[in-house]
């Protein structure tokens, strides 16, 4: 009996020795969390918050996709010379993604201009990629249809739009969007729309203009709730972040943020809005981007998984996710270089103690959950009866800088008679 204590405690201690952070990356401890971690993300899929690879395909390819093989980008240039080209079928499928938001994203320079042209131009692009390579990729637009691909093998591609310029402050416009499949918008990018403040303006010299939603922005929360689209708060003030918190009916998420406990950039998120997404239902997907992980110019693995950690002990285990921002970012941390390298992380997390159970709420099911809430609540606005909401954006709230672009409001009793 006591030869058996004796022998098992040396095992313990060998297997702590194994299993310590120096020895993570070459030790046969690692090489068995990596096991159980991809083993983990066989049985529920990973779901990422945020993946740019939309926006590489236009500034690379001009969208023009049609001939393009996109199962091995490493040795295609511009791709394999790029610092920021993560993503490839082969690679994602080394990563065990098992559903992708993609991102159609338009930068701030597009805002009153051509901003609802070139979103379009990235929502049909998500759409021929997915239907391009349909062994890999299934358009996917609710909760029910991710876990369907996953049960066939193949990625759920959902549409994220990432900034709330895209709209051109119509709420025609967000409901057309949501017809072509997007199921999620970012308030805004890094810029403010007219409706709603975004990140920087918190950033140390910066006022805010609008302090949070206008009561435009408020209806906008109001009808992506009765659509079912979720709101994505990455990018937003904190003052926007607590607004939507306040208003949402629904859960919200960070589409690809990490903690601001751990790194006091302005696109990640503050202990006491993480308690509010705990009270919401909300998850925050955490971003792999140096800059955001560690406020330096490296990070690792573990760095990320401290970010996950963090935000278990402060929202809960319930309310974390991923969202890399991979081809939207240049530097990525070590052990996380490109989508190959998820099971990394979650074996670093098995490492640390962390239960299969609580990797399968992290990996996806915490997504899953937030949005089958996000379908309940629109269910329950349809049959509760409330209409779209249908009023236009104040003329007043339009700055300057979008009157040149508008042509006003054409509301008018008299008839055309030529
Ligand atoms: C983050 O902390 C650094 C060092 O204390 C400081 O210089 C910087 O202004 C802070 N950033 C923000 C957004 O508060
Ligand atoms: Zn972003």
């Known amino acids: 009996m006591r030869l058996r204590l004796t022998v098992f405690l040396v095992l313990l201690v060998i297997e702590l020795i194994l299993s310590s952070p120096s020895r993570r990356f070459d030790g046969v401890a690692f090489e068995k969390f990596l096991i159980k971690a991809r083993d983990?993300?066989?049985?529920?899929?990973?779901?990422?918050?945020?993946?740019?690879?939309?926006?590489?395909?236009?500034?690379?390819?001009?969208?023009?996709?049609?001939?393009?093989?996109?199962?091995?980008?490493?040795?295609?240039?511009?791709?394999?010379?790029?610092?920021?080209?993560?993503?490839?079928?082969?690679?994602?499928?080394?990563g065990k993604v098992g559903a992708q938001f993609w991102s159609?994203?338009?930068?701030?320079?597009?805002?009153?201009?051509?901003?609802?042209?070139?979103?379009?131009?990235?929502i049909d692009v998500i759409h021929r990629l997915v239907e391009a390579n349909p062994t890999t990729f299934a358009f996917v637009t609710s909760a029910q249809e991710i876990e369907d691909a996953f049960a066939q093998g193949k990625i759920g591609s959902m549409v994220g739009v990432e900034g709330g310029h895209s709209i051109g402050?119509?709420?025609?416009?967000?409901?057309?969007?949501?017809?072509?499949?997007?199921?999620?918008?970012?308030?805004?990018?890094?810029?403010?729309?007219?409706?709603?403040?975004?990140?920087q303006?918190?950033?140390?010299?910066?006022?805010?203009?609008?302090?949070?939603?206008?009561?435009?922005?408020?209806?906008?929360?109001?009808?992506?709730?009765?659509l079912g689209m979720l709101i994505d708060l990455s990018h937003v003030s904190r003052k926007t972040m607590r607004d939507a918190l306040e208003i949402s009916t629904a859960p919200v998420i960070f589409s690809h943020s990490s903690a601001y406990a751990l790194c006091n950039n302005t696109r990640n998120v503050p202990d006491d809005i993480l308690q509010l997404v705990a009270q919401n239902g909300g998850v925050v997907m955490v971003n792999f981007f140096v800059s955001y992980v560690t406020c330096g110019l490296t990070a690792t693995v573990q760095d990320v998984a401290d970010h996950i950690e963090h935000i278990r002990n402060i929202a809960g285990v319930d309310n974390v996710g991923?969202?890399?921002?991979?081809?939207?970012?240049?530097?990525?941390?070590?052990?996380?270089?490109?989508?190959?390298?998820?099971?990394?992380?979650?074996?670093?997390?098995?490492?640390?103690?962390?239960t299969e159970t609580d990797l399968e709420k992290v990996a996806g099911l915490n997504l899953l959950r937030a949005l089958r809430g996000a379908e309940s609540v629109r269910d329950q606005m349809a049959a509760d009866g409330i209409k779209p909401f249908d009023e236009w954006i104040?003329?007043?709230?339009?700055?300057?800088?979008?009157?040149?672009?508008?042509?006003?409001?054409?509301k008018s009793q008299k008839l055309l008679t030529e």
């Open 40 to 94: 983990v993300l066989d049985r529920v899929p990973l779901i990422d918050g945020h993946n740019d690879f939309p926006y590489s395909l236009r500034r690379y390819e001009s969208n023009q996709v049609g001939d393009l093989d996109i199962y091995d980008l490493t040795t295609v240039e511009p791709w394999a010379s790029s610092s920021s080209s993560h993503t490839d079928i082969n690679r994602l499928r080394q």
């Open 104 to 122: 159609a994203y338009v930068p701030c320079s597009t805002q009153y201009k051509d901003a609802i042209s070139k979103t379009w131009e990235q």
């Open 169 to 199: 402050s119509s709420l025609a416009v967000l409901r057309m969007m949501y017809d072509m499949g997007v199921r999620y918008m970012t308030m805004t990018h890094s810029c403010p729309t007219p409706w709603a403040d975004n990140s």
């Open 201 to 226: 303006l918190d950033d140390p010299g910066n006022v805010p203009v609008h302090d949070g939603l206008t009561p435009f922005g408020r209806t906008v929360v109001a009808e992506m709730n009765r």
């Open 322 to 354: 991923v969202g890399s921002d991979f081809n939207g970012v240049a530097r990525t941390p070590d052990g996380l270089k490109d989508v190959s390298q998820y099971p990394n992380l979650f074996a670093e997390l098995l490492a640390r103690g962390w």
């Open 394 to 410: 104040p003329q007043t709230d339009l700055p300057a800088e979008a009157q040149p672009c508008s042509t006003g409001e054409y």
